[in-house]
């Protein structure tokens, strides 16, 4: 039997999603949760990976026991119980063998938040930038990222993948209160992608890189073009989405995880 888990957490202190050799990972403990609470060793498999400090409002994993779950509200309320106070799952429930956490994806829908003054509700969940910026400059930037498709200039060094192209769905910058927010959405996403195209727009909502600059640096295809990575504290994962109709399965809390 194939298991889905929706789940979220706030990434702080964790070494991103996937299991490393290097420090404590979501993925590591939700195993270990797991592999507590139904007596017998879990692996499970994520829709993709969030580096070091990035948070998730939304998040898809599976994994698969070789019996069938009692999926009751009780169940979900033990492990919940279990894990520590920054992770959370909100359903688990029963897929077909062929649906697959990450390949069954079809976009990831990330936010990057920041505010000019440091809020004690809010430490580490976003990014203090003091500065002033022109966010009309930032969105014609942002603009130019439906152009093209690929995206090596904002993707770490040494990242083990077969090429760099993403087809990118929403990509804007929008103030609300005191929040300026970074929207994009995309079917895939390179490693560091996000933080670096968020460092580089903020260089041209200051004034110190032009429009035409940033298109240079896309078409550059190097990332030592490309400004520096903003931190990690103000990512978050807001959506995955998989195709309508994917989950046709009954779940714990009788809902469709969201967005289907």
């Excluded at 070789?66 to 492990?79: C, I, Y």
């Excluded at 990057?112 to 969105?139: A, G, T, W």
């Excluded at 035409?212 to 640096?217: C, P, S």
Aim: a neutral charge; glycine letters at 6%; charged letters at 20%.
């Amino acid at each position: 039997m194939r298991y889905f888990i929706q789940l979220s957490y706030r990434g702080t202190a964790y070494n991103g999603w996937q299991i490393q050799p290097n420090g404590i990972t979501v993925q590591e403990v939700l195993e270990q949760k797991l592999s507590t609470l139904l007596r017998e060793p879990i692996s499970i498999i994520g829709s993709g990976r969030t580096d070091t400090g990035v948070h998730a409002e939304q998040q898809f994993a599976h994994f698969e026991i070789d019996r069938s779950l009692e999926l009751t509200d009780g169940f979900l309320h033990a492990l919940n119980c279990i894990l520590p106070p920054d992770i959370a799952v909100q359903t688990i429930f029963p897929v077909e063998p062929r649906v697959h956490a990450r390949f069954s994806a079809v976009s990831r829908y990330y936010q990057y938040r920041i505010r000019k003054q440091k809020s004690p509700f809010l430490d580490m969940l976003l990014y203090v930038f003091r500065h002033e910026l022109d966010v009309d400059r930032m969105n014609e930037a942002a603009a130019l990222l439906f152009k093209y498709d690929d995206f090596e200039s904002f993707s770490k060094v040494r990242t083990k993948v077969s090429h760099f192209r993403c087809d990118i769905h929403r990509a804007e910058w929008v103030m609300e209160g005191n929040q300026l927010t970074f929207h994009i959405k995309a079917n895939r996403f390179l490693y560091g992608m996000v933080r670096t195209l968020v460092g580089t727009m903020l260089e041209v909502g200051q004034g110190r890189m032009t429009v035409a600059e940033f298109e240079q640096i896309i078409l550059a295809k190097d990332r030592t073009s490309a400004g520096r990575s903003a931190p990690a504290s103000g990512l978050f994962l807001v959506e995955v989405a998989y195709p309508p109709g994917l989950f046709t399965k009954k779940m714990t809390n009788n809902e469709q995880p969201t967005p289907n």
